[in-house]
């Protein structure tokens, strides 16, 4: 893995390079560890990575993260302080050393105030970007080990479809959010832990695409949006069916269903390398106006899914991306019918040389199993 993570970290300051940037400024995060191996959590301590665009890339980090670095990044070079000292003059040294104070540099998207201000203070003369500029372009296209741990976590999520622990005892809004009915799912199927909140969206509920959970009592016959995914080896899966657990539904809603699920079917099937991001999420988006619910379709088609839950491509119009091997984004089209009932059918893919491959393939019907 030292492998890969030193490769990625090569090609990164090559595109620096191409970039016109001097050096890539990340603190804990997805883009750290894409790099660095190193996972964290940011803290209000100063711990930054340092990648120059063409020396070896330098830890800044406290005292007390020096052996734990040491052992879990290829990273050799690491610098560190001690609570009582500033970091920033550290960072000056290091500034200093690799001739940054009047460069270019690009800082983690999501980096604290706390440390963007602290690098502008240390590095008046300096001009900062994004380090997006240079990383969103490798992480979309993901390495051999990148989508064979998605294709895994994709596995989970079938299995928790397959056994969604909803079936029995109280069917409440929360059914899949507490206690066994929560965690079981995605987690007992197989995953690390949850890759963000379930939704669990009843009736009315799931008109609103990112309804989280309640303690709404699901009726009998209404449709029910289930949103989730797990984390394996930091991948997430993402998937999401909506199913009626018990009773007749909705005297539109199998109009609806047929419709968003000739439309996800419609968008894998234009999934495929050469074409435009944007032309996927019009191919999913005509079916749906062919039934007539073009504005109830109120979100793009897809996203794409790798360390993060949602980066890119994302799958909308406007996006003129060529989809590349190795981009593994979900094809989520859907249908909101406010104060009724919603409909989303989710997938991730992968393209590959061929068209695309599915990462999840558990059943779309919208009967409960
Ligand atoms: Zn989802
Ligand atoms: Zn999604």
Redesign the pocket.
């Known amino acids: 893995m030292t492998d890969a993570f030193a490769e990625r970290t090569r090609r990164c300051q090559q595109r620096l390079d191409a970039a016109d940037a001097d050096a890539l400024v990340l603190f804990p995060s997805t883009n750290l560890f894409y790099l660095s191996g190193f996972r964290e959590h940011p803290g209000e301590r100063h711990l930054l990575l340092f990648v120059p665009e063409d020396d070896d890339p330098v830890f800044v980090v406290p005292d007390m993260y020096g052996e734990q670095i040491a052992d879990e990044s290829w990273i050799s070079d690491v610098r560190t302080w001690s609570d009582g000292e500033d970091p920033l003059s550290l960072v000056e040294s290091v500034a200093d050393e690799f001739g940054l104070h009047g460069g270019h540099l690009l800082v983690d998207d999501r980096m604290w105030a706390l440390f963007t201000q602290g690098l502008r203070r240390t590095l008046p003369d300096a001009t900062f970007g994004l380090a997006s500029e240079v990383l969103d372009h490798l992480r979309m296209r993901k390495d051999g080990g990148e989508i064979e741990a998605l294709r895994t976590a994709g596995e989970v999520a079938d299995r928790a479809r397959r056994n969604p622990g909803t079936r029995r005892g109280r069917h409440r809004d929360d059914g899949v959010r507490t206690g066994r009915r929560d965690r079981s799912p995605t987690v007992d199927a197989g995953g690390d832990e949850l890759a963000f909140d379930t939704i669990v969206g009843s009736g009315p509920n799931g008109a609103k695409p990112h309804h989280g959970y309640g303690d709404r009592e699901i009726g009998y016959g209404d449709p029910v949006v289930l ?1 989730f ?1 797990a984390f394996v080896g930091g991948y997430p899966g ?3 069916r909506t199913v009626v657990f018990a009773g007749d539904p909705p005297e539109r809603y199998e109009e609806v269903h047929r419709a968003v699920l000739e439309a996800e079917q419609a968008g894998v099937e234009a999934a495929q390398s050469g074409v435009t991001a944007e032309s996927v999420d019009r191919a999913a988006r005509e079916v749906i106006e062919s039934y007539g619910y073009g504005d109830e379709f109120i979100h793009r088609t ?2 794409g ?1 790798g360390l993060d ?2 980066e890119g491509p994302y799958i909308v119009e406007g996006n003129d991306l060529e989809l590349e091997p190795g981009m593994v984004f ?1 094809v ?1 089209p859907g249908i909101y019918l406010p104060g009724e009932f919603g409909v989303r059918i ?1 997938d ?1 893919v992968v393209i590959t040389e061929d068209g695309c491959e599915r990462l999840n393939d558990s059943p779309r019907t919208w009967q409960a199993l």
């Open positions: 949103d995914g993402d998937q999401t897809g996203h899914v839950v949602h979900s989520e989710e991730l």
